[in-house]
């Protein structure tokens, strides 16, 4: 076992290392960065000092969080008021978001990362024919970003996991996620590392330059909703039906501001990687992070995975990585996993939660299309060795009766070594034979990279998956997609029947010769029998020194773009602002800025702002990207109108509903607004990234005091903010809203700014004040 430390702003902290792979290893360990892991002592001291001045019982959240402070002896700790100043142990980043937050640490002009870091190729490959031609096609789409990414992290000492590699948080659980962990990661399904005891938050880019700048990293003191398991899971019912069941119990705003923590004696029944699967989808509830408490599955898929140290070290600190007996939770939800049914939630939201056995009659009552059209499994959430065994399962019945499916399917691998694993052991060829296309080892479909050709933009049609997200328009840009979310195996089985009417618990298959049969009850290994395969080395580990590298930004490029600093508080009020749209009804992360085709834009700021709210819904007109202008009186484009008042130096603001900013961790929903001229956005209330990337961009998120008040704001009024002079935390600010018939009238509006991030607003953003820090 070897020590060694690592800087960390002014003091240092001391890590343990040990190889991500033991000798049984197939591949060399070059393929793999060190896997640097916390001292449980050093855990165990800090969580220590905490309980004595807490002088209560911590939940196993409160422990990793607490045990990961600054300063454990003098951090004020309430929850959900307090901000922690933090020391997370690691970042993670996947391409999209890794161009933004690398382009950002260049700005900052620091010289290495100071914490173990990793970029991850996963977002940019586009789903077309098939694994190996879209994973060839995409190299060559991408090259120059990936060269970028590539030769940053040479330069920065960011390990680079190469186009084909699999899917970050896939990555992560295989490889860097370990019990006590806290890990940050530029993706909001960073929190999939929850099944493996760890505390995974997924953040924005500047949240990540932070940590690797080794600064302090700040997060309001969650709340922590238990969910408590009894019984044991069975039959067709999959973990993925815990966390439905979940969402349709907390809807997409009940998680805001808290961690799920797991416990009680059904948690024994569910796979380690099913574990992970309920707390990556915890991101759609709003939850900070999902975690569950060391047990033996966690123990078996560390050994499984090559890091049989690091599971005798749990092992041996097992008290600190499961709750205190007697903690209190903020919230308990009780699930008695033996009576739990197969659930599928949408369409068009992940919290509209139905047993498998209602939704054809809801769907028939609701006009929702009942054919399938395509079902599609993998992704993030659920793409292990056991999904995919699962899943094969199903192929072979249908096989045996004649049968493939009558939609069509398509198979993501989470991982290189799963792909391989599955091809070796057979899985890959039941799926395929069946009907299944298997793509490359990326997100795909589940993020809109999916060149879908079977149907018309406009055709309404269903579509079934086994990801985590089902916004309009989210997986193939077409509004009129019907998406459901589900289990592998409840989406092969609706796959092979093709319609939502099909309850594989109750109803029959017709085979081709007229025999009716059912489905026998998915089964599967939790783990291969023989070892994971490991596949092709796709890692590039940084070297030692960096410093004599050069990463090109090409001043011609529209993929990247080096960034230019915002502008500073001009310390005045913000008088006149413009209402540049006011938003109807939901607004998540992709509606203010569309992944999909955008993807390629996400490393140059000023082409990817040419998608800003062109989701959203315009309440003037309830129309799409169609605002008024209210220079020239004319209707355009939401980002040709805000270029528009740039250009004319008129400052805007965005009016919107309930938990804006839902869903994704892309900071580019901030950035873009800051760089096209706002100032502001007013809402009812917030989802957590994205207040705090907005935060971090100089920009206000505020919430009106009276959500009423949302109604007397009108789309050609007139906003000032005033109170800025003594901008305080704690103390609400005001607006003047002047309307268009000469009348005004004053509404208050909150924030949750702290001393800290007042300054960023001052400064102009969070990287602007961490560079005047520097001098």
């Known amino acids: 076992m070897l020590t060694y430390f690592l800087a960390l702003g002014q003091g240092a902290r001391r890590f343990h290392v040990a190889a991500a792979l033991n000798a049984k290893a197939k591949v060399s360990m070059s393929r793999f960065e060190p896997n640097s892991y916390i001292n449980y002592d050093m855990l165990r001291s800090n969580i220590d000092i905490v309980r004595k001045r807490l002088n209560r019982p911590l939940t196993l959240s409160e422990k990793i969080v607490y045990g990961h402070l600054d300063d454990p002896a003098g951090q004020e700790i309430v929850r959900g008021r307090t901000y922690l100043r933090l020391r997370p142990d690691r ?3 996947q391409d999209a978001t890794a161009q933004m937050a690398m382009l950002q640490f260049i700005s900052s002009g620091l010289p290495k990362v100071a914490v173990p870091s990793t970029i991850h190729c996963d977002h940019l490959i586009e789903a077309q024919i098939g694994g190996a031609q879209d994973l060839q096609r995409a190299k060559e789409v991408n090259h120059e970003v990936y060269n970028f990414l ?41 929190p999939n590392g929850g099944g493996l005891g760890c505390i995974c938050i997924g953040v924005g880019g500047a949240d990540a330059v932070d940590v690797m700048a080794g600064i302090p990293w700040e997060l309001k003191c969650p709340n922590v909703i238990g969910v408590k398991l009894t019984g044991t899971l069975s039959g067709w019912t999959s973990p993925k039906d815990v966390i439905l069941k979940v969402a349709g119990i907390l809807t997409v705003k009940g998680g805001t501001g808290a961690i ?17 699967t309920i707390c990556n989808m915890g991101a759609e509830i709003g939850a900070t992070t999902s975690v569950f408490p060391f047990n033996h599955r966690m123990k078996t898929y560390l050994e499984k995975t090559g890091r049989g140290e690091i599971a005798a070290l749990a092992n041996e600190n097992q008290d600190l990585l499961v709750p205190d007996s007697g903690c209190h939770y903020d919230q308990i939800i009780e699930i008695n996993l033996s009576e739990l049914k197969p659930h599928i939630n949408g369409p068009f939201t992940p919290d509209l939660a139905h047993p498998v056995s209602d939704i054809g009659s809801v769907a028939e009552k609701n006009g929702w299309p009942l054919d399938v059209k395509v079902g599609l499994i993998g992704s993030c959430t659920n793409s292990s060795y056991e999904d995919m065994g699962r899943a094969a399962s199903l192929a072979k019945q249908a096989l045996d009766k004649g049968l493939k499916c009558k939609a069509q399917f398509t198979v993501t691998p989470g991982s290189e070594q799963i792909r391989a694993t599955i091809e070796r052991d057979g899985y890959a060829k039941l799926l395929r034979d069946v009907g299944g296309v298997v793509l490359a080892n990326a997100c795909g479909p589940c993020i809109g990279q999916w060149d879908r050709r079977d149907v018309k933009k406009g055709e309404k049609n269903t579509i079934v998956t086994s990801f985590n997200r089902n916004f309009t328009a989210r997986n193939d840009a077409n509004p009129a997609t019907h998406a459901f979310v589900t289990s592998p195996e409840i989406v092969t089985a609706l796959a092979i029947a093709g319609t939502l009417k099909f309850n594989p618990e109750t109803d029959f298959l017709t085979a081709p010769n007229g025999e009716k049969f059912k489905l026998v009850p998915p089964t599967g290994d939790e783990l291969p029998a023989r070892d994971f395969d490991p596949g092709q080395d796709t890692y590039q580990h940084p070297p030692p020194d960096g410093s004599g590298l050069k990463v090109d930004v090409n001043p011609q490029s529209n993929r990247l773009q080096l960034l230019e600093p915002f502008d500073r508080w001009s310390g005045n009020d913000l008088e006149d602002l413009r209402v540049l749209i006011k938003v109807k009804g939901k607004c998540t992360t992709d509606h203010i800025s569309a992944a999909g085709p955008w993807l390629k834009f996400r490393g140059h700021l000023d082409n990817i702002s040419n998608n800003l709210l062109i989701g959203a819904v315009n309440i003037e007109n309830d129309a799409v990207n169609k605002i008024r202008n209210l220079l020239t009186g004319e209707f355009g484009g939401v980002p040709d109108v805000a270029r528009h008042y740039k250009k004319h ?5 965005v009016v919107g509903d309930e938990n804006y900013g839902e869903g994704s961790s892309r900071e580019h929903a901030a950035l873009e607004p800051r760089h096209l001229g706002g100032r502001a956005i007013i809402v009812k209330s917030f989802a957590r990234i994205h207040e705090t990337n907005l935060k971090k961009q100089g920009l206000l998120p505020l919430t009106f005091s009276n959500p009423a008040d949302y109604d007397k704001i009108r789309p050609d009024d007139k906003i000032s903010i005033v109170g800025l002079k003594s901008f305080a935390p704690g103390k609400p600010l005001k607006a003047v809203i002047k309307h268009s018939d000469g009348s005004s009238e004053t509404i208050e509006l909150n924030h949750t700014f702290n001393e800290t991030q007042i300054e960023w607003f001052q400064a102009g953003s969070a990287l602007n004040r961490m560079k005047a820090l520097q001098k």
């Not at 030769?151 to 960011?158: E, P, R, T």
């Not at 130096?649 to 603001?653: F, G, I, P, Q």
Request: hydrophobic content about 40%; charged content about 10%; some cysteine.
């Open 91 to 93: 970042v993670a980043m």
């Open 260 to 276: 799920v923590e797991y416990h009680g004696p059904g948690v024994d029944s569910i796979s380690c990687t099913g574990m992970a």
């Open 649 to 653: 130096n008129v400052s805007w603001v």
């Open 150 to 190: 590539a030769s940053a992290g040479a330069k920065y000492g960011v390990g680079f996991w190469k186009p084909g590699s699999g899917i970050i948080h896939q990555i992560i659980l295989e490889n860097y996620a370990y019990p006590g962990v806290m890990l940050i990661g530029t993706d909001s399904h960073t």
